[in-house]
Nanobody
């Protein structure tokens, strides 16, 4: 079982920046992928960014060039640097984990609110 705890959410004006952090604990695989997802009110949860155990990262088109996902030097940390934030980025952001052998993300954090005002 893997536990995830997000932090770093908050309120910011459009054009501002926030950095989200996610700490994974428990029985993590030696090779695992991490992802950031978000869910706005009345909408489905969508992927924002993924980082694979190989180091490859992918992004949703809506955040390319503005958001950066990275792994920390500390074990089992992943970050989401969000720049040039827009009101449409307002959502609850979730961190997710899957081992290298899983097809779906299997562990989720509790979520952290990001609110961007115009």
């Amino acid at each position: 079982q893997v536990q995830l705890v997000e932090s770093g959410g908050g309120s910011v004006q459009a054009g501002g920046s926030l950095r989200l952090s996610c700490a994974a604990s428990g029985r993590t695989s030696s090779r695992y992928d991490m992802g950031w997802f978000r869910q706005a009110p009345g909408k489905e949860r969508d992927v924002v960014a993924r980082i694979y155990w190989s180091g490859l990262s992918t992004y949703a088109d809506s955040v390319k060039g503005r958001f950066t996902i990275s792994r920390g030097n500390a074990k089992n940390m992943v970050y989401l640097q969000m720049n040039s934030l827009k009101p449409e980025d307002t959502a609850v952001y979730y961190c997710a984990y899957r081992s290298g052998t899983q097809s779906q993300f299997s562990s989720w954090g509790q979520g952290t609110q990001v609110t961007v005002s115009s």
